[in-house]
């Protein structure tokens, strides 16, 4: 059996996902990468979609998540804010607790898939 | 500050989703009107759609959710079966533990949000 589980966990905010799997996605690839365009290419995405993700999500929260740099001397560069590292840091733990809470029930669950 | 919370659970069996929130609620709706049309207008669904969603979900099943008995003297009549009770209900259960577990990380994460 080759069941898989999926915690998808989503924060709305005035009937708008202000947290979800695609922004802290996207979050995630702007710190491996220190770059909004290749971050979006890493996703598969356009960068002007990336941009108005980043957008949202800033303006969604208390002080924003990303932060670009002007280019300059030593060039630009996008990075995660602290408020942003603790973001993606708090929803990858909510999604390890809910599957470590809940590995018996979702178990039980599995078992009554077809193999 | 009016920020919901929504954790949506999909198990995935050869690449498909075997159960994931739209069945489950589909099931529900069974349970509740003893009928597949009158599930799929509470849905707002084609009668088609949610025909081809059980029989999707009764085949990915080592035994079936759903079962539709032929009309006769008392009429048919659709409900769920002791599996399909029972996955209901490990559904519901996975999605209360996951949260009440993750309840203080969760709280972390909106109060990073814009009020």
């Known amino acids: 059996m080759s069941a ?7 924060i709305y905010q005035n009937e708008a996902i202000a947290i979800g ?17 290749a971050a979006a290419r890493e ?6 979609r990336a941009w108005m993700l980043i ?23 996008t990075h995660l804010t602290p408020v942003g590292e603790a973001l993606v840091r708090h929803y990858r733990d909510i ?3 809910a599957h ?9 669950l599995t078992q009554l898939l077809a193999d």
Chains 1, 2 share one sequence.
């Not at 898989?4 to 989503?10: E, G």
């Not at 957008?55 to 300059?72: F, I, Q, W, Y």
Request: charged share 20%.
């Open 4 to 10: 898989t589980v999926q915690f998808r966990l989503r």
């Open 55 to 77: 957008d949202e999500t800033n303006r969604g929260l208390k002080s924003p998540a990303v932060h670009t740099a002007a280019g300059g001397a030593q060039g630009g560069g």
């Open 43 to 48: 996703l598969g995405m356009s960068y002007r």
């Open 95 to 97: 999604e390890r607790t």
């Open 21 to 37: 799997p695609g922004k802290v996605a996207l979050l995630e690839a702007i710190a491996r990468t220190g770059s909004i365009s």
């Open 100 to 108: 470590a809470a809940a590995a018996r029930q979702i178990r039980a």
